[in-house]
């Protein structure tokens, strides 16, 4: 069995202030040129995107335009339904996401998702965070204390269950499953997050909770979310992306996409001409 | 006005340690062990229906099939008792059907799933199901032979010895038919949950009754999945034994049964019989496995139909 | 143009037809309770006819009994004798012994073929397993009595050189062919029934296929896996012609795997044939069958609630 280890990650500090004077900006993840297909079907078209480090970026667009299946590209996740096909490039970090790394799974300890309904697993709170971090070789009994305890408190869920760790995952509402389901994604310490409409099922006020921890989040990740609600795109997001029937319409600035938009398609959208 | 929530900010501390993920194994433990208990399962059944083939088909020829048999099951055929496993199970086929298919429809057309009424019934129906065959048998002597039987011969038979009041062909029926009631119903139940609900509400727009729509369109429709449970039900009635042991089956009849208060031989009960209780094992086993042989052949084709048919109507069921 | 006119519907017949249906259904249900009574009637005099319940009485059939004088007092089965013993204890061992030995063999491969077909086997090999199962169900239990008796003894007999041919070992291993299919069926079910959800959430932490499949999907069916092994073992403990063909049928208490044994069900299917109508033997037995009923009736309520429960939560997740 070798020993060398896959990926070997440190605590990430809060950086310094990001300064305006940073003229060149760092792309954690880029995609070109990629094409995508359900077996003939194909349902992305040259799409190009750059997400920026720290950053949340948006993804907008009416259903059934390809957004969720770009963003499950971006972690490998269609690799899991047979047929699928990725023709282009997805680099994180620079690295050919799809070329060059055999085993599927080692992306997806860098790049985490937190899934529209929250699904965490039929065991215990503790067990569900811990979950990401037992699969992938973590034996060290305090280390996995640790690493549980700081992921709720990075989610925001620490007070709520730190008594309650070895109850039911489902005894938590909908709202308070959903932050297990980031702290279980945090865990592992992903340096991308996808999220795919994380508050869509949620009342409001969870809703904003789950708003306000990306804020927080964005901190320390590069956050990709694909959402339908355009005001909280508004609210939380720092670039935005259109997604039209598989073709990636227009990208930029959100305040730009909001008050500026440069394609009509986008502007029909954001005004609610349909969708 | 929703109140501001207050945000717990997360402590500036660092983890001290890191974390070290392994490269993974390649899970080749635990798909080869379960893959070999599959293999075994496989094997092992090969292993007894190529014993069982082997030893029998040498003796399964158009005379052992319709002649009885001679010199003390040493020699001869087994017609007697095909004759009465056919007899057997279309008696019971005649009782189990009609109540069965009524039960599923009642329960399917009539009550809601979650009605008290229809839990009731799933219980029992389930509850029969796991009922252990010599428990059936005991049913058989105690109610039909003892009460039934008995009853009918006190009414009818004053005075005269025992008529209904014993082992006969009619009793091992209607207990079989017990034993059975919960395969048609299952299967029934699959059939009528493929009638899309539009053909029965076009039925009702056109004035019929409930009671007509049940039996010209929703019957005939589930008619498939009445095959199968029958073709099931008769599959497995004719290959239990400890019902029929003391409910009418015999080893030796110089008879066939023609009367439904006659015994009759059965090809279950001649192998448990041949084989435990034969004077020269050595001499019987080609008559023994030959039985065997017949019975499973009978059993696998009916079972064979049976899926053909449910398969089919699951394709349908699909498209539709 | 002609006029139609339409019969009037006979509303008797609709009523009469529709109670029909209504008593047809209730079919099950009686004949449950039908089982139940005219099985307890035959064996009601071991409560109510002192004679009976002198010679096997409730306490007779459970505590070791004294029956010469100035031999020690022993659990004993042998109604046919001088001094008829009417005990139940060496028949609970029997019908005990063959059941966990058909657990024992069944449990492991019914389990372990259920996990290879939900979780590692492509569609084609599912579609051959599924067969392959439904084969073995299909298998009357005489036939596997036959086996057992005619060949696996002698095989196990050679294998381990016993002196009793037929024995528990003999019939447990025949017994756990006969329950396979059903571990299988239920477990199979529970873990094709983890959502996909579930599935994905595990994959996206970084688990390889079958570290989902041994650290998430199994243990998520655990209650299941259980209801189907709880539902196996209530057949194992019923089966008659199995025990009754390749156990030896020998009342011995004893904790050895490879000595003859005799189950409740054997003991009712061998002895019933030559027992005279009314007499206390006759009652004993349909004693045991009541004891059987309730008992199986006892364990697959057990294992469908089970299941209905699990049912329900799952499907109050995916809500």
Redesign the interface.
């Known amino acids: ?2 020993d ?8 990430e ?2 950086g310094e202030k990001v300064t305006e004077a940073e003229t060149k900006p760092d792309f954690k993840m880029t995609v070109e040129n990629v094409d995508f297909f359900y077996g003939d079907h194909q349902v992305l078209f040259d799409v190009s995107l750059n997400m920026e480090k720290n950053r949340v970026t948006a993804l907008i667009g009416p259903s059934g335009c390809g957004k969720s299946t770009f963003l499950r590209s971006l ?1 490998r ?1 269609n690799d ?1 339904i047979p047929g699928t096909r990725l023709e282009g490039t997805v680099k994180l970090d620079g690295v050919d996401i799809y070329r060059n790394l055999k ?1 599927p ?2 992306v ?2 860098r790049v ?2 937190v ?1 529209q ?1 929250s ?5 215990s709170i503790y067990d569900n965070v811990a ?8 034996k ?1 009994r305090h ?1 996995i204390r ?2 549980v305890e ?1 992921s709720l ?2 989610a ?1 869920l ?2 709520e269950v730190k008594d309650i760790l070895s109850q039911s995952a ?1 005894m938590l509402s909908g709202g308070q499953q959903q932050r297990l ?1 980031i702290a ?2 945090l865990a ?2 992903p340096e991308v997050i996808l999220m795919d409409e994380p508050a869509s099922a949620l009342d ?2 969870s809703t ?2 789950i708003e ?1 921890l990306i804020g ?1 989040l964005k901190k320390h990740y590069t956050i990709v979310i694909v959402t339908h609600n355009m005001q909280q795109a508004g609210r939380i997001s720092d670039h935005t992306a259109f997604f039209f029937e598989g073709v990636m319409v227009e990208f930029g600035e959100t305040e730009r996409i909001f008050t500026k938009p440069a394609m009509k398609k986008t502007e029909d959208y954001i005004t609610g001409r349909f969708g | 006005m929703i109140e501001p929530i207050k945000i717990d900010r997360p402590p500036d501390r660092q983890i001290p340690r890191e974390l070290v993920f392994r490269p993974k194994s390649s899970g080749v433990v635990p798909r080869g062990l379960t893959l070999a208990a599959v293999l075994i399962i496989v094997v092992i059944l090969a292993i007894i229906l190529g014993n069982i083939f082997i030893g029998g088909v040498g003796t399964i020829n158009w005379k052992f099939l319709t002649h009885p048999p001679e010199q003390g099951m040493e020699a001869g055929g087994i017609f007697p008792a095909i004759f009465g496993t056919v007899a057997l199970v279309i008696l019971m086929v005649i009782a189990v059907v009609p109540v069965g298919v009524l039960t599923a429809v009642f329960l399917h057309e009539y009550t809601s799933p979650t009605s008290r009424v229809t839990r009731l019934i799933r219980v029992a129906i389930n509850n029969l199901a796991g009922v252990p065959s010599i428990v059936f048998g005991l049913f058989g002597l105690g109610f039909f032979i003892g009460f039934v039987g008995g009853a009918f011969d006190s009414i009818f038979y004053r005075g005269e010895g025992p008529v209904w009041g014993q082992p006969a062909i009619i009793w091992a029926a209607l207990t079989l038919a017990l034993l059975t009631l919960p395969v048609v119903i299952v299967s029934t139940e699959e059939a009528l949950r493929t009638i899309p609900s539009e053909i029965k509400d076009a039925s009702y727009a056109l004035g019929a009754t409930r009671l007509q729509t049940i039996a010209r369109v929703i019957i005939p429709q589930a008619l498939p999945g009445v095959f199968t449970g029958s073709i099931l039900a008769v599959s497995r009635g004719a290959g239990e034994v400890a019902p029929i042991m003391f409910t009418g089956a015999a080893y030796y009849l110089p008879y066939l049964p023609t009367r439904l208060n006659d015994q009759f031989m059965e090809l279950g009960y001649h192998i448990y019989v041949m084989a435990t209780q034969s004077p020269d094992i050595e001499a019987t086993k080609p008559i023994l496995y030959g039985t065997v042989l017949v019975l499973l052949l009978l059993t696998f084709m009916l079972n064979f139909v049976a899926i053909m048919i449910r398969s089919r109507m699951r394709k349908k069921r699909v498209n539709a | 143009m002609k006029e139609i006119k339409f019969k009037p519907k006979s509303k008797l017949k609709e009523f009469l037809g529709e109670k029909f249906i209504a008593v047809n259904a209730f079919a099950a249900l009686i004949g449950i309770l039908l089982i139940f009574t005219f099985i307890f009637k035959e064996a009601l005099p071991i409560f109510t006819d002192s004679e009976t319940r002198e010679e096997a009485g409730v306490d007779k059939m459970v505590f070791k009994q004294e029956y010469y004088e100035g031999r020690p007092s022993k659990w004993s089965w042998q109604p046919n004798s001088e001094v008829p013993k009417y005990s139940l204890f060496p028949l609970f061992i029997g019908s005990l012994k063959a059941a966990l030995i058909a657990m024992l063999f069944a449990v492991p491969l019914g389990v372990g073929a259920a996990i290879y077909s939900s979780e590692f086997a492509s569609r084609r090999m599912r579609e051959l397993i599924k067969p392959v199962i439904e084969l073995l169900a299909a298998l009357p239990s005489v036939v596997l009595g036959f086996f057992a008796l005619i060949v696996l003894a002698t095989f196990i007999q050679n294998l381990l050189g016993l002196t009793f041919r037929l024995n528990a070992l003999n019939a447990g291993i025949a017994l756990g062919l006969a329950v396979i299919p059903i571990v299988f069926t239920v477990a199979e079910d529970a873990m094709t029934s983890v959502p996909q959800s579930l599935r994905d959430a595990a994959i996206a932490l970084g688990a390889s296929p079958w570290q989902v499949s041994v650290s998430m999907v199994f243990p998520a069916a655990l209650p299941g896996i259980a209801a189907g092994v709880v539902l196996g073992f209530g057949r194992a403990i019923g089966e008659t012609m199995i025990v009754l063909m390749a156990s030896g049928n020998a009342a011995i208490i004893s904790a050895s795997l490879t000595d003859s044994v005799r189950t409740f069900s054997a003991t009712i299917a061998a002895e019933l044939a030559e027992v005279v109508f009314g007499s206390t033997h006759y009652s004993v037995l349909f004693f045991i069958g009541t004891l059987l009923f309730v008992l199986t009736f006892v364990i697959n309520l057990t294992g469908d609630m089970v299941l209905h429960k699990l049912k329900e939560r799952l499907q109050g997740k995916l809500r």
């Open positions: 069995m070798p060398k280890p896959v990926k070997t990650v440190n605590h500090e809060p972690n996740m899991t085993d799974s080692a997806r300890t985490g998702m899934f309904k699904n965490p697993f039929p065991k979950y990401g971090l037992k699969v992938n070789g973590i060290d280390l640790e690493v700081d408190k990075r925001f620490w007070d489902y389901c279980r994604a592992i310490k409001p006020i904003s909770r306000d927080e």
